[in-house]
């Protein structure tokens, strides 16, 4: 990896037993002076297996940095949509060292019977803030608008050339007290391998993540009790990852 990268690599797993493999570059905790350049050369033959989604994140020229900066701007309009500050999140020191991390991914194209419909990523909503996501083009990912809803209908998202997907997570679901849903999303076979590139952009783990005065009020008072984003993110990975 480059010299140029400040990155820890947290680990190589298989998530819940499914088909899935994952490479974990950056830090819970982003430094604030830390570069994050993340030019990436990865050249070791675990990493090798990655090169699929090194591309997709050479190819539009896109730095942790950029994605760090497309998710504020991304943030900034939903607090002007809850009639709040365009820097709301940032004068409430949300992105002062932010938990942020890339998740590289692969999931491999050939499905086996005794898999049992294992594949790819079980229904699921991020944790955090929000999620930006580049894939490869490869068909597989789905949404399901309506969360609640039974029986749940999934939806393809199709892929746009140039575009980042945008998950909404839990955390802004709580903060919002559900005027943001946060997006049920899974990840089907489709007979293709496919690789993917995930940001994941979390608040400062010492913020409290309490519910927006603009989106609570007599007749809808907050559904969730304060907590402090890193003992939220810290429990729901211990769940995922015990
Ligand atoms: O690979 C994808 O398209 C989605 C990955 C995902 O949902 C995740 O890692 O949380
Ligand atoms: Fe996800």
Request: hydrophobic share 40%; net charge neutral.
């Amino acid at each position: 990896m480059s010299g140029l990268l400040e990155v820890m690599i947290h680990r190589m797993m298989l998530t819940n037993g499914l088909l899935k493999r994952a490479f974990h570059v950056g830090r819970r905790q982003l430094s604030c002076t830390m570069q994050l350049h993340c030019e990436f050369s990865i050249c070791s033959s675990q990493q090798r297996k990655f090169n699929n989604c090194t591309a997709i994140y050479n190819h539009r020229s896109i730095s942790t940095i950029v994605f760090l900066s497309i998710g504020k701007r991304i943030l900034s309009l939903i607090a002007l949509s809850l009639n709040l500050d365009a820097e709301f999140f940032e004068n409430i020191g949300a992105f002062s060292c932010p938990s942020a991390f890339l998740r590289l991914l692969h999931y491999p194209g050939e499905v086996n019977e005794s898999d049992d419909g294992n594949y790819g990523a079980s229904a699921h909503s991020d944790y955090g803030m929000i999620t930006l996501l580049a894939t490869d083009g490869t068909p597989g990912l789905q949404i399901c608008r309506e969360k609640d809803r039974h029986p749940q209908y999934w939806e393809d998202v199709h892929h746009i050339d140039g575009a980042l997907i945008v998950n909404i997570g839990d955390l802004l679901e709580r903060w919002t007290n559900c005027i943001f849903r946060s997006t049920l999303h899974r990840v089907v076979a489709v007979g293709k391998e496919r690789y993917s590139v995930a940001f994941f952009l979390d608040p400062n783990p010492n913020l409290v993540v309490q519910c927006l005065e603009s989106c609570c009020s007599v007749a809808c008072p907050p559904r969730f009790p304060p907590i402090k984003s890193g003992d939220y993110l810290k429990e729901r990975l211990s769940v995922t990852y015990k």
